[in-house]
């Protein structure tokens, strides 16, 4: 598929400046295609660049994951991942949502030990038992 003029003309005037326009279409086609071969070249080596980043950065990220996960070994025997140490704490959540102890100790309690001592207030204090 080769382009016309006008077709080179509108694809050139979208992201080029006057001077860099003029200068382009007054280019032999050889040429064009060369700088255009260029542009493409600067394109893949910063898209190689990028890629190249992002596989260090992979890599210093599974570094710092297993350096991380070494230092939980030493400090704690459970050997868990990430999924794994999210599942324990919402079990211990889930846990402590309704703990009967606890239950037992702020709700009930305070109630029976305030009836005891009610109770021998009222004996201390010249009450009979039925």
Excluded: C, H
Excluded at 41 to 48: E, F, P
Aim: no cysteine; aromatic share 10%; proline share 2%.
């Amino acid at each position: 598929m080769t382009l016309n003029k006008k077709e080179l003309e509108n694809l050139v005037a979208m992201e080029m400046d006057e001077e860099a326009k003029i200068t382009f279409l007054s280019m032999v086609r050889e040429e064009q295609l060369l700088a255009i071969m260029g542009m493409q070249a600067y394109i893949r080596s910063d898209l190689a660049n990028v890629k190249k980043k992002q596989f260090d950065f992979e890599n210093e990220l599974r570094q710092y994951r297993i350096q991380r996960e070494r230092r939980e070994d030493k400090e704690n025997n459970d050997v868990m991942n990430t999924t794994q140490k999210i599942v324990k704490a919402i079990s211990e959540a889930k846990a402590s949502e309704f703990n009967f102890w606890l239950w037992f100790r702020d709700k009930v309690l305070p109630g029976i030990i305030s009836l005891i001592t009610l109770g021998i207030l009222y004996l201390v204090f010249g009450g009979k038992l039925p």
